[in-house]
T-cell receptor, first 116, second 112 residues
Framework: GAGVSQSPSNKVTEKGKDVELRCDPI?????LYWYRQRLGQGLEFLIY????????KSGLPSDRFSAERTGESVSTLTIQRTQQEDSAVYLC??????????????FGSGTRLTVV | KQEVTQIPAALSVPEGENLVLNCSFT??????LQWFRQDPGKGLTSLLL?????REQTSGRLNASLDKSSGRSTLYIAASQPGDSATYLC???????????FGQGTRLTINP
């Protein structure tokens, strides 16, 4: 597609419920990144994929968070048993080839998650 | 561990002024540096990308420089306009971590 697409754009969920956030990267982009931004805070790295593999999951805050990527395309970030501190904007970015290292990153518009 | 710092945290200037935003990073082993703009409640828009072998990039009224050896970058905005009001984020791709590491941003307000 023309850009990185994230869905839903907004999600309100009750504490304890599971949520799935979706990211469709730019077609052909092999690298995909998830970041989190709490209100008034900076961007916090969560995980990145090279193809369908996740070489770096170091930013996932707890075992309630998981992510997968299939077909070197769409990625899903799943948060189980949501807590109020999970409320944030979740941003996805993609890049053509992390190994080339000369390319920039394109971000989606984000999913605003509110846990009530 | 790579750390990125942006100064100032906030800046308010009258329309028409030229201004400079600063970014510094602790580890010079980077692949490239990217400046983004973020409007309230929105995602990030890429402004300029400087590869590690480059010294500067220009796009319209924006000019970004990179001094990798000293760990610094500046974003110069000429003839500022109210529409430039946003948060500006600097990020480096760290050779070790292979991911974008962000600064906390500079919140810019241009007053008409």
């Amino acid at each position: 597609g023309a850009g990185v697409s994230q869905s839903p754009s907004n999600k309100v969920t009750e504490k304890g419920k599971d949520v799935e956030l979706r990211c469709d990267p730019i077609s052909g982009h092999t690298a995909l990144y998830w970041y989190r931004q709490r209100l008034g805070q900076g961007l916090e790295f969560l995980i990145y994929f090279q193809g369908n593999s996740a070489p770096d999951k170091s930013g996932l805050p707890s075992d309630r968070f998981s992510a997968e990527r299939t077909g070197e395309s769409v990625s899903t970030l799943t948060i189980q048993r949501t807590q109020q501190e999970d409320s944030a904007v979740y941003l996805c970015a993609s890049s053509s080839n992390v190994l080339r290292r000369g390319d920039g990153y394109t971000f989606g518009s984000g999913t605003r998650l509110t846990v009530v | 561990k790579q750390e990125v710092t942006q100064i100032p945290a906030a800046l308010s200037v009258p329309e028409g002024e030229n201004l400079v935003l600063n970014c510094s990073f602790t580890d010079s082993a980077i692949y490239n540096l990217q400046w983004f703009r973020q409007d309230p409640g929105k995602g990030l828009t890429s402004l300029l990308l400087i590869q590690s072998s480059q010294r500067e990039q220009t796009s319209g009224r924006l000019n970004a420089s990179l001094d990798k050896s000293s760990g610094r970058s500046t974003l110069y905005i000429a003839a500022s306009q109210p529409g430039d009001s946003a948060t500006y984020l600097c990020a480096v791709i760290d050779q070790g971590a292979q991911k974008l590491v962000f600064g906390q941003g500079t919140r810019l307000t241009i007053n008409p």
